[in-house]
């Protein structure tokens, strides 16, 4: 099975921290993805890699970057945290063009 | 990318076939129909996906209409553990997956 493994469930911060969200999976996947989900508006993809040190705006990047420097770790930044940050944010990944992404649990940000 | 219609809810009696119906009636040739589910405060479960013909694995079976509009999700034995909200996408790529209302699928014992 498919393991997406992201490194904390729930997490607080303050207003202006800098916040790295970590995320690995377990099956040598080509492409990584960041979603938030937020009630009433769904998911929506922030970021994604296709390959290490590649990638490529979602549709909400404004606030956030990412690294990718080994195939099976993907981390989001959130450079300096804002209230609107808070969020459930969620990893996934994938191999080829139309295969489905798998999900990790998710981590419940909030910032204070 | 087309649109997915789905029943907000629906419930169905521990033990029964759970048939969950998706309409994609603006499907291209080339777009899957994915379906995941969402058990509350956790991530995204993949469950089954195709292109055109039906399939089936371990959790459930996918029928895809002749004309590709329409789909159904059959969980053939519904547990308690399988009360969760269930979501149709239809995607090329699956790159940008968009999730919709989905069907809140409540299992009654």
């Known amino acids: 099975d498919v393991k997406v493994t992201q490194s904390s469930r729930y997490l607080v911060k303050r207003t202006g921290e800098k916040v790295f969200l970590e995320c690995v999976q377990d099956m040598d996947h080509e492409n990584m993805f960041w979603y938030r989900q937020d009630p009433g508006l769904g998911l929506r993809l922030i970021y994604f890699s296709y390959d290490v040190k590649m990638k490529e705006k979602g549709d909400i990047p404004e606030g956030y970057s990412v690294s990718r420097e080994k195939k099976e770790r993907f981390s989001l930044i959130l450079e300096s945290a804002s209230t609107n940050q808070t969020s459930m944010y969620l990893c996934a990944s994938k191999q080829g063009v139309n295969q489905p992404q798998h999900f990790g649990d998710g981590t419940r940000l909030s910032i204070l | 990318d087309a649109k997915t219609t789905q029943p907000p809810s629906m419930d169905c009696a521990e033990g029964r076939a759970a048939n969950l119906p998706c309409n994609h009636s603006t499907i291209s040739g080339n777009e899957y129909v994915y379906w995941y589910r969402q058990i509350h405060s956790q991530g995204p479960q993949y469950i089954i996906h195709?292109?055109?013909n039906n399939e089936t694995n371990e959790m459930a079976s996918l029928i895809i209409t002749e004309d590709r509009k329409s789909s159904t999700l059959i969980l053939p034995h519904a547990t308690l553990r399988d009360t969760a909200v269930y979501y149709c996408?239809?995607?090329?790529?699956?790159?940008?997956?968009?999730f919709g209302t989905g069907t809140r699928l409540t299992v009654i014992p």
């Open positions: 195709g292109l055109k």
């Open positions: 996408i239809v995607r090329t790529g699956a790159n940008n997956l968009f």
